[in-house]
């Protein structure tokens, strides 16, 4: 069990790194705005300001970026993938402070604070309100095999 445990942080650096690549060049282009960009020579730029190691590429590169031009209602979507993996672990951990994932009374509380109040309440006061505090980066960290410390 340990050593299956073990392959669940397999080469979690490589994975966050060329992902969170991905996430930062989107980010950037769109806080760029309706400037006029070369993508081939953003991407490359901006990856140099992030001194990104050459050896590990982007898990999307910017013609994949549809996103892009899909409208306001999607953008940034890298980083919007990365922020739900961030509450998915950090509300998961509630569940395991409380003793496991079946914790009736964390699981009250979600359904009370955030399930069912749907987009009547800022969310991030929903977090807040079933969490005690704001997201902690921490918990993502910790299941991807990061030192937390």
Known sequence: ???I???HTFRKGFDVTEYLASALIDMKLHLAGDADIDPRKFEKDELAK???PHELPMRHRTPQFQH???GDGYSAGYYSYLWSEVLDHDAFEAFEEAGGPYDKAVAKRLHDKIMSRGNTVDPADQYRAFRGRDPDVKAYLRDKGF???
């Open 1 to 3: 069990m340990a050593k």
């Open 147 to 149: 030192p937390t410390t």
């Open 50 to 52: 992030l001194d990104m």
């Open 5 to 7: 445990n073990k392959t």
């Open 68 to 70: 892009i031009f899909a």
